[in-house]
Nanobody, 119 residues
Framework: VQLQASGGGLVQAGGSLRLSCASS????????MAWFRQVPGKEREPVAH????????NVTGSMKDRFTISRDNAKNTIYLQMNNLKPEDTAVYYCAARLPIVNSPFDYWGQGTLVTVSS
């Protein structure tokens, strides 16, 4: 499966952005998906993940009340709605996919989209 992330940009603190990740390839809709982010010099951290059918999803605790993950399998696309952005949310955001098997690794990655939040 191939992943293409988009939607990043420059936004002021308190603003919102919606990231998209379009997947393509055979059976693209069966993959569990996730968003990660990485700041240069720091480790990549998970942001949110969602099951193949959208029934199960989770957002990392510190972002839970500001970020929402969703997916539209008809469009083979997942979204990350980010509200009330803070300067510390500045990072490159990556989408990733894995087979819907317990403990399967995220083997497929998009190219990343840069989010910059100014104070």
């Amino acid at each position: 499966v191939q992943l293409q992330a988009s939607g990043g940009g420059l936004v002021q603190a308190g603003g919102s952005l919606r990231l998209s990740c379009a997947s393509s390839g055979p059976d693209a809709s069966i993959y569990a998906m996730a968003w990660f982010r990485q700041v240069p010099g720091k480790e990549r951290e998970p942001v949110a993940h969602i099951s193949w059918n959208g029934e199960f999803y989770n957002v990392t605790g510190s972002m839970k009340d500001r970020f929402t993950i969703s997916r539209d399998n008809a469009k083979n696309t997942i979204y990350l709605q980010m509200n009330n952005l803070k300067p510390e949310d500045t990072a490159v955001y990556y989408c990733a996919a894995r087979l819907p098997i317990v403990n399967s690794p995220f083997d497929y990655w998009g190219q990343g989209t840069l989010v910059t939040v100014s104070s």
